[in-house]
């Protein structure tokens, strides 16, 4: 049985978020992300090895596989707030309930996008990026094949993952995501070096890797003894209409918001294949080199969830206000060094990569620009908005995100493809507009306050 007897939160609001309690909740996060962008980056060099076709495939996948789960991630983080926001105000009973409700909506999301993506996987490929060469069509059509299996695993996992997190319990995600990722790379050696199955065995070593990763975190979670998190009566199904709409308050907002993101974003990277493979190579490569420049941020947008849910709960804004701000001034500090750090070692970092020169001159003006715009912008345009979701303002976030997304990223990088014929680094120089411009509304809005007009829960 679980004990709901001892709860997670020690006091109301802020005074839970001392010093301490940030740095306990934040450095398993920012291990999380560091494991998670260091992994991917072994599993591009590791896919690599079997040809630059392998790459492609794999990320032209990768951006589709995040547009058809990005629902049931951002149902997650409507759960977490919810969740978040019932632990603030110490109502056990409703932690519990919210809890199951998230899991029953996104295993039903996640078998249907699963079911859709194994029926017409070649047609969707085809769809967002057009005539690609044979053998990356292949590619991409093997790996989508397989990753697809794993949607059901991917959105349980992040469901699991986004309850221990919303609870304070980052640690549980933390050790969990070390022994699956290092699971994974033992699984992509075995698989390309030793059976050299190539792209297929990378899908395998994915799909197993998603399998045990949600099998744990459910299994803690039905044996949780710490705090209110508590999957208590999860197989005695049962809908809580109020609850659920609650959730989806937040989920759908968010889920619209990154789709289109990832839709825009998709769109954006087809324009890289009438360049030719080198330049969807460079690509590639380029946006696994600048994931280490925001992953301590996403890990502080995480901790924003968690952190300002459970201070609203709780009732106290001020204290949501004041450690969020501490949490992104933080964030912005790390990313810039982070950012500066890349551009400065852009040719070592290329280095690591089978890339033919053409590709390695493209990826290194790619990063560069990138980098830029990493320091001025990317806290305020992805970690901020973290701080409105958790405050319920999610549907000012996804207007802004459709607006600049429509207008200043894919609107502006076609244009300077096909109107100014600036080339393929043209593309970067739109989505580097978009981070600046979606980071100047939001910082906007939180200073204005708005946001603490907005209620997530009933009463």
């Known amino acids: 049985m679980i004990n709901h007897r001892r709860n997670i939160v020690a006091a109301p609001g802020g005074e839970r978020w001392d010093n301490r309690s940030l740095f306990v909740l934040i ?38 596989n995040n547009l058809l789960i990005i629902a049931f991630t951002a149902l997650s983080t409507g759960g977490a707030v919810v969740v978040s926001q019932y632990i603030g105000r110490r109502d056990n009973q409703k932690v519990n309930i919210a809890s199951r409700q998230l899991f029953y909506f996104v295993t039903v999301v996640s078998i249907v996008m699963m079911t859709f993506a194994l029926c017409l996987r070649v047609p969707i ?58 699971i994974h790379i033992i699984g992509n050696y ?39 998190l508590s999957l208590e009566g999860l197989f005695k199904v049962s809908i ?18 990154s789709s289109m993101f990832q839709f825009g974003r998709i769109f954006t990277q087809r324009l890289f294949a009438p360049f030719g493979t080198s330049a969807m190579a ?69 280095e690591l990569f089978s890339l033919s020169p053409e590709a390695k001159v493209l990826a290194k003006s790619f990063i560069q620009v990138h980098c830029f715009a990493m320091a001025l912008g990317w806290t305020f345009s992805f970690a901020l908005p973290n701080a409105l979701r958790a405050a319920g303002d999610a549907r000012f976030v996804m207007m802004v995100a459709a607006a600049t ?32 411009a979606r980071a100047i509304f939001y910082l906007t809005r939180w200073l204005s306050g708005k946001w603490k007009e907005k209620k997530v829960i009933s009463d």
Not at 194 to 219: E, F, N, P, Q, W
């Open 27 to 64: 450095w398993p996060l920012v291990i999380e992300q560091i494991l998670a962008v260091t992994m991917g980056a072994v599993d591009t060099v590791m896919v690599s090895s079997v040809g630059e076709f392998a790459v492609s495939g794999v990320n032209i996948i990768d951006n589709i």
């Open 125 to 182: 490929i085809k769809f967002f990026y057009g005539n690609i060469g044979p053998e990356v069509l292949a590619a991409a059509s093997v790996y989508f094949l397989i990753t697809a299996i794993s949607y059901p695993f991917l959105a349980l996992y992040s469901a699991s993952a986004a309850l221990f997190r919303a609870s304070g319990n980052s640690k549980v995600t933390m050790r969990i995501a070390i022994m699956v990722n290092v």
């Open 190 to 228: 075995y698989f390309i070096y030793h059976l050299k199955i190539g792209i297929m065995g990378a899908a395998i070593s994915t799909l197993v890797s998603r399998i045990l990763a949600a099998i744990i975190l459910i299994y803690l979670l039905m044996n949780n003894r710490r705090g209110p």
């Open 240 to 257: 809580n209409v109020p609850i659920l709409k609650s959730i989806l308050k937040i989920g759908i907002p968010s889920a619209l918001e």
């Open 282 to 350: 460079a690509n590639a490569v380029t946006s696994v080199i600048n994931s280490f420049s925001f992953m301590p941020g996403n890990a502080f947008g995480m901790a924003l969830l968690t952190v300002v849910g459970q201070c609203i709960g709780a009732g106290d804004y001020d204290g949501a206000k004041k450690y969020a701000n501490k949490l992104l001034k933080i964030a912005w500090g790390i990313i810039f060094v982070l950012s500066a750090l890349i551009f400065i070692f852009t040719d070592p970092l290329i």
């Open 405 to 436: 997304m429509w207008t200043v990223r894919v609107t502006g990088a076609y244009f300077l493809v096909y109107v100014v014929k600036a080339g393929p680094i043209s593309v970067w120089y739109a989505m580097g507009a978009d981070m600046i």
